[in-house]
Antibody, heavy 122, light 106 residues
Framework: QLQLQESGPGLVKPSETLSLTCTVS??????????WGWIRQPPGKGLAWIGN???????YYNPSLMSRVTISVDTSKNQFSLKFSSMTAADTALYFC??????????????WGQGTLVTVSS | SYELTQPLSVSVALGQTARITCGGN??????VHWYQQKPGQAPVLVIY???NRPSGIPERFSGSNSGNTATLTISRAQAGDEADYYC?????????FGGGTKLTVL
C-alpha cells in the first residue's frame, strides 16, 4: 500500500524559508505513471494547490505562488521536497503531499499524506 | 484564471439523496474529481474523471458532468458522509480546487 509522509518544522519565523519533505513508501517515485504534488489548507479554509513535480524534475506551480516556491525530487531517497520562501502568517496552514494519477492534465490526487501543520510566528 | 464555484453548505436528511454542485465555465469539457475530507483528516478521493469510483468507495457515491455544472450525488446519505467535499479540475497545466461544500446529514 502506497504511503506518503510529510516531515519538517512545525514552526517557522516570519520571512524565513519553509522546507518540507515528503517520503514515499510502498512504491517508486520514479514511476513514469505519476506526478507528485503539494497542497495546503489554511485553518478553517479550503484546499489550495501549490505545485507538482515529475520524477525527471519537471515542475508546475500555482502562478500566484511560483515566485516563492521550489519543488524538487530526490529519486535515490524516494522523496520530493517543498521550499517556500518569505513566509508570513498568511502561510500558516496544513501542508499535504499527494500522488497524481491519470492521463496528462486530467490527473487526480489518489493518495495523500496525513498533512503537517506549519505555523508562522515569531 | 479558471474558477470553480461550490455552495458553502448542503443539508440532507438521513437516508435521502444529497447533491453537491461544482460550477465552472464549460466544466463539461474537463474531467472533474471529487474529494471528501472529514475533520482532522486528509482528503480522500471519492470520484475521479467525472464519474468513476476508486476501489473502496461505496456505490452510493456517483458523479456527473455536463455544460457548466458537475454534480456529486450521494444516495442514501449516512451520518458518516458528513464532511467537506471539494471538486477539482485541471486548467492549462494548473490544478484548480473548488471552495468546498460542507455536507450536513440531519
Amino acid at each position: 500500500q502506497l504511503q506518503l509522509q510529510e516531515s519538517g518544522p512545525g514552526l517557522v519565523k516570519p520571512s524565513e524559508t519553509l522546507s518540507l519533505t515528503c517520503t514515499v513508501s510502498g512504491g517508486s517515485i520514479s514511476s513514469s505513471n505519476y506526478y507528485w504534488g503539494w497542497i495546503r489548507q489554511p485553518p478553517g479554509k479550503g484546499l489550495a494547490w501549490i505545485g507538482n513535480i515529475y520524477y525527471t524534475g519537471t515542475t508546475y506551480y500555482n502562478p500566484s505562488l511560483m515566485s516563492r516556491v521550489t519543488i524538487s525530487v530526490d529519486t535515490s531517497k524516494n522523496q520530493f521536497s517543498l521550499k517556500f520562501s518569505s513566509m508570513t502568517a498568511a502561510d500558516t496552514a496544513l501542508y499535504f503531499c499527494a500522488r497524481l494519477n491519470g492521463p496528462t492534465q486530467k490527473r487526480e490526487f489518489d493518495y495523500w499524506g496525513q498533512g503537517t501543520l506549519v505555523t508562522v510566528s515569531s | 484564471s479558471y474558477e470553480l464555484t461550490q455552495p458553502l453548505s448542503v443539508s440532507v436528511a438521513l437516508g435521502q439523496t444529497a447533491r453537491i454542485t461544482c460550477g465552472g465555465n464549460n466544466i463539461g469539457s474537463k474531467n472533474v474529481h471529487w474529494y471528501q475530507q472529514k475533520p482532522g483528516q486528509a482528503p480522500v478521493l471519492v470520484i475521479y474523471r467525472d464519474s468513476n469510483r476508486p476501489s473502496g468507495i461505496p456505490e452510493r457515491f456517483s458523479g456527473s458532468n455536463s455544460g457548466n455544472t458537475a454534480t456529486l450525488t450521494i444516495s442514501r446519505a449516512q451520518a458518516g458522509d458528513e464532511a467537506d467535499y471539494y471538486c477539482q479540475v485541471w486548467d492549462s497545466s494548473i490544478v484548480v480546487f473548488g471552495g468546498g461544500t460542507k455536507l450536513t446529514v440531519l
